[in-house]
Antibody
Framework: QVQLVQSGSELKKPGASVKVSCKAS????????MTWVRQAPGQGLEYMGW????????TYAQGFTGRFVFSLDTSVSTAYLQISTLKAEDTAVYYC??????????????WGQGTLVTVSS | SSDLTQDPAVSVALGQTVRITCQGD??????TNWYQQEPGQAPVLVIY???NRPSGIPARFSGSSSGNTASLTITGAQAEDEADYYC???????????FGGGTKLTVL
């Protein structure tokens, strides 16, 4: 069965960086893109973008360019989200998700458990 | 502001039918997906594409669309349907995906 397991909660100071991992299992990793979604406390879901797991090419949504980087380690079926120069407003739960029908960003059937990133001095 | 607009809150009496709507120009050209999210949990896909339910989603959930408005209908709402619901489709440029702001459903 498809599973996405994310790394644990992080507490970081403003200006630091964080790297969240998402380990996939139960399917051929390179056959489906990986989507990233953010949810700030008490707020809605925000689509951050996705990474092509075959080519490694990332696509970032508006508002998620510059400090946000998607990457892969295909040898261990893992996708990563790195955020640099953290700000208080980056405090959120970050989810990785896989689509059902081969269209990244849509029909997100499988989700990681979420990683809470807290930015506080 | 989101390209997809949802009512912040909707309520329904137990066993009655409720429609949750999502408006956006892109919905004239693209299908809408719907997600259910309970507090502290990851979202769950309940409707995708034209009107498809993933395995395990009850038949009381259905999707439809007309013009610039997509709808999620719950026919015979149950107490366990109380949750936040999000629509998801293309943005106005058609280049990216986007979520609506979410609708909090209360079952009375």
């Amino acid at each position: 069965q498809v599973q996405l397991v994310q790394s644990g909660s992080e507490l970081k100071k403003p200006g630091a960086s964080v790297k969240v991992s998402c380990k996939a299992s139960g399917y051929t990793f390179s056959n489906y893109g990986m989507t990233w979604v953010r949810q700030a406390p008490g707020q809605g879901l925000e689509y951050m973008g996705w990474i092509n797991t075959k080519s490694g090419n990332p696509t970032y949504a508006q508002g998620f360019t510059g400090r946000f980087v998607f990457s892969l380690d295909t040898s261990v079926s893992t996708a990563y989200l790195q955020i640099s120069t953290l700000k208080a407003e980056d405090t959120a739960v970050y989810y990785c998700a896989r689509d059902l029908i081969g269209v990244p960003g849509s029909s997100l059937m499988w989700w990681g458990q979420g990683t809470l990133v807290t930015v506080s001095s | 502001s989101s390209d997809l607009t949802q009512d912040p809150a909707v309520s329904v009496a137990l066993g009655q039918t409720v429609r949750i709507t999502c408006q956006g120009d892109s919905l004239r050209n693209y299908y809408t997906n719907w997600y259910q999210q309970e507090p502290g949990q990851a979202p769950v896909l309940v409707i995708y594409g034209k009107n498809n339910r993933p395995s395990g989603i009850p038949a009381r959930f259905s999707g439809s669309s007309s013009g610039n408005t997509a709808s999620l209908t719950i026919t015979g709402a149950q107490a366990e349907d109380e949750a936040d619901y999000y629509c998801n489709s293309r943005d106005s440029s058609g280049n990216h995906w986007v979520f609506g702001g979410g609708t909090k459903l209360t079952v009375l």
